[in-house]
């Protein structure tokens, strides 16, 4: 919200500044689960079309 002067008020500034602080924080998030993706090993459980098919093991 803006007051007469076309200046934003401190609840906006507050808002953005949380938003930004969340954003921040998501994309560091983000960037460790790529890190931890990379560095370990390749998943053993089958993914995809191959995995929603029924096992022939009996």
Same mark, same amino acid.
């Given at each position: 919200?803006?007051?007469?002067?076309? @200046?934003? @008020?401190? #609840?906006?500034?507050?808002?953005?500044? $949380?938003?930004?602080?969340?954003? $921040?924080?998501?994309?560091?998030?983000?960037?460790? !689960? @790529? %890190?931890? %993706? %990379?560095?370990?090993? *390749?998943?053993? $459980? /089958? !993914?995809?079309?191959? *995995? #929603?098919? /029924?096992? #022939?093991?009996?």
């Amino acid at each position: 919200m803006k007051d007469k002067k076309g @200046t934003a @008020t401190s #609840s906006e500034e507050a808002r953005k500044a $949380r938003s930004a602080e969340a954003l $921040r924080a998501n994309l560091l998030k983000r960037k460790a !689960q @790529t %890190r931890a %993706r %990379r560095a370990g090993e *390749a998943a053993s $459980r /089958p !993914q995809g079309i191959e *995995a #929603s098919r /029924p096992s #022939s093991e009996s």
